[in-house]
């Protein structure tokens, strides 16, 4: 066996041998607002995706007729489920609409 072969070896043997040991997070006892902050960071940490961004328009029913009330994305508001504002601040980074 050649010299670095035989130190590749024994390098993935002692590696191997090594025992990590991982730090158990008890979360449900964490209080909400580091919970919060927890995952504000994670979720602006990565490219989060939303394949579910409702239709830009509202089913309704008007006299047993369901008809459609075509809305435009807003910058912010309280009606709905989605807006620019709320999506950003929340880390959604690509939605998609059906």
């Known amino acids: 066996m050649k010299i670095k072969q035989l130190f590749l070896l024994t390098s993935l043997i002692a590696l191997a041998a090594c025992k990590t040991e991982t730090k158990k997070i008890d979360y449900a006892s964490m209080p909400e607002d580091k919970l919060r902050r927890i995952a504000d960071s994670l ?3 990565y490219i ?19 008809e459609r009330e075509y809305l ?9 489920d989605f807006d620019y504002e709320r ?8 939605p998609f609409m059906r």
Do not use: C
């Open 43 to 45: 979720a602006h940490a």
């Open 48 to 66: 989060i995706t939303d394949g579910h961004v409702d239709l830009p328009y509202r089913l309704k029913v008007n006299k047993f007729r369901l």
């Open 72 to 80: 435009g994305i807003p910058i912010s508001t309280t009606e709905g």
């Open 87 to 94: 999506a950003k601040k929340g880390g959604l980074d690509a």
